[in-house]
């Protein structure tokens, strides 16, 4: 009787050790794609986007691409539900950039026009849980 409650209690708390190493248990997570383009092509210098490399860990993390990088250009991710999704992308030259945050390929989250020729352009949306 003894061993059966020890081995119980064991398996218990094996259960809750495992489920808390799990920030995000369900792996509940969103199909993003960042795009960014300009109406007469060009190259960016720098594009910068949220990842999430484990869709089981509430973290995000932040990849940068040197250039010269071609435009328009498009990255499909997978980012932890209840993180945020950001792009900012740097254009070489006189670029007007825009860009956009897409879910699943097609409904667009967010999107912005950079302030000005020259200057980056920034997209994100916090994803909800």
């Not at 070489?92 to 956009?100: A, P, S, V």
């Amino acid at each position: 009787m003894k061993v059966r409650i020890a081995l119980g209690i064991t398996v218990v708390l094996g259960a809750l050790v495992s489920a808390s190493a799990c920030s995000n248990p369900t792996g509940k997570s969103w199909a993003i794609t960042y795009e960014v383009s300009d109406q007469n092509g060009g190259e960016l210098s720098e594009v910068s986007y949220a990842n999430s490399p484990d869709r089981y860990a509430d973290e995000v993390t932040q990849h940068t691409l040197t250039g010269p990088i071609g435009v328009p250009w498009k990255q499909d991710v997978v980012v932890t539900a209840g993180q945020k999704a950001d792009v900012i992308a740097t254009p070489t030259g006189n670029l007007t950039l825009t860009c956009r945050i897409l879910l699943d390929g097609e409904k667009e989250l967010a999107s912005a026009t950079a302030p000005g020729p020259g200057q980056p352009v920034t997209c994100e949306k916090l994803t909800d849980s």
